[in-house]
């Protein structure tokens, strides 16, 4: 089941990569784009890294 989370968290984090980066490519310099990608980045980096240490750490059982 954890891994399963893990790997949902993973592809989240993924997804506001993404966005942020496809963000980026669009932005215009506004404040409110940068608070975006701010928001957005951060919440991706911390959804990635936390899935991808919920993967790694979780021993396989059978």
Known sequence: MKRIFGG???LLGIG???YTAVIFTNTSGSER?????IIY???GAVF???GIGL????????
């Open 8 to 10: 949902l968290l993973s």
């Open 41 to 43: 980045g951060v919440l």
């Open 33 to 37: 784009d940068v608070k975006s990608l």
């Open 55 to 62: 993967v790694k750490t979780t021993k396989d059982e059978s």
């Open 16 to 18: 506001g990569l993404i």
């Open 48 to 50: 990635f890294i936390s």
